[in-house]
């Protein structure tokens, strides 16, 4: 297991970041090693964040240090997508079986965590993100199928896109955790614009399923003092709560979102005109 520490960076630092600073503090690479469990420790909202590669053997998900606890899900509650082979999830005594873009939530308390493979050729790739819990609620199984979808956007504009809310309050209990997948039309490149920040909660966005050679240009940063970062496939972005988050593709493509903070109120987000964009 390797586990990488990022602190919380001050918008107005963050204004004189250049690219390997943003890249530095915002960007996650390399989560998905064979074999492995690779995790990142964030001081924004305490999300940690990461990925499991289990091959011939499983992978236990262990409680690092800055947890401070025995077990990773003492006082923590769990978000798992599959985003690679079949596999499943091994939470306490009770097995799921988990497809490619099935969910899973493991919820405080729910035991000992652990990852397979079905066929170590074409292995499982769980990505994880979790919160900090004050409650224990059910870990539950999301189907892709069972998930509350709703259609959003334009072809005229370039971002007509399926939002998948899998982790959600309209699908099962959480404390503060809120995740779920959009995945972009063909030809439809935009997410997210116009664009909005939230003030209450920060959020954690995986980009997956691109080619070798496709990249997002992610945006970010404060309205009036935009950035960005070039984004390839199975990177994440930590987007602090002062920041905007959205971006254009060089094809389709999508991404896992997931929230964490004051609530799970999925539409509590404020709005930014187009004007106010710099």
């Known amino acids: 297991m390797t586990i990488?520490?990022?602190?919380?960076?001050?918008?107005?630092?963050?204004?004189?970041?250049?690219?390997?600073?943003?890249?530095?503090?915002?960007?996650?690479?390399?989560?998905f090693r064979p074999g492995e469990v690779s995790l990142?420790?964030?001081?924004?909202?305490?999300?940690?964040?990461?990925?499991?590669?289990?091959m011939a053997k499983p992978l236990v998900l262990p409680a690092p240090k800055p947890l401070g606890t025995a077990s990773f899900l003492a006082r923590r509650e769990l978000g798992i997508f599959n985003i690679g082979g079949a596999g499943s999830v091994r939470v306490g005594d009770s097995v799921y079986q988990l497809d490619?873009?099935?969910?899973?939530?493991?919820?405080?308390?729910?035991?000992?965590?652990?990852?397979?493979?079905?066929?170590?050729?074409?292995?499982?790739r769980f990505y994880l993100l979790s919160t900090p819990a004050h409650a224990s609620y059910d870990t539950v199984l999301i189907k892709l199928a069972s998930a509350k979808t709703m259609t959003l956007g334009e072809q005229a504009s370039g971002n007509r896109r399926s939002?998948?809310?899998?982790?959600?309050?309209?699908?099962?209990?959480?404390?503060?955790?809120?995740?779920?997948?959009?995945?972009?039309?063909?030809?439809?490149?935009?997410?997210?614009?116009p664009t909005h920040v939230h003030d209450r909660r920060?959020?954690?966005?995986?980009?997956?399923?691109l080619?070798?050679?496709?990249?997002?240009?992610?945006?970010?940063?404060?309205?009036?003092e935009t950035r960005h970062l070039i984004v390839a496939n199975e990177e994440a972005i930590l987007s602090p709560n002062w920041s905007i988050h959205s971006g254009v593709?060089?094809?389709?493509?999508?991404f896992i979102w997931g929230?964490?903070?004051?609530?799970?109120?999925?539409?509590d987000m404020d709005k930014v005109p187009m004007d106010a964009l710099r």
């Open 4 to 31: 990488d520490i990022r602190q919380v960076s001050h918008p107005e630092a963050v204004r004189s970041f250049d690219t390997a600073a943003l890249r530095r503090h915002f960007l996650l690479q390399d989560m």
């Open 40 to 54: 990142t420790y964030s001081h924004i909202e305490r999300f940690v964040i990461g990925g499991a590669v289990p």
């Open 100 to 124: 490619k873009r099935d969910a899973l939530y493991a919820g405080m308390g729910a035991g000992e965590v652990s990852f397979e493979s079905r066929d170590p050729a074409n292995p499982a």
């Open 163 to 193: 939002i998948a809310q899998m982790i959600h309050p309209d699908v099962c209990k959480t404390c503060q955790l809120v995740m779920g997948m959009t995945t972009l039309d063909e030809g439809n490149l935009w997410n997210t614009m």
């Open 202 to 209: 920060s959020e954690v966005y995986l980009y997956f399923d």
């Open 211 to 224: 080619d070798a050679d496709a990249r997002v240009i992610h945006l970010m940063g404060e309205p009036d």
């Open 249 to 254: 593709g060089t094809r389709a493509y999508t």
């Open 259 to 267: 929230m964490g903070g004051d609530n799970i109120d999925y539409t």
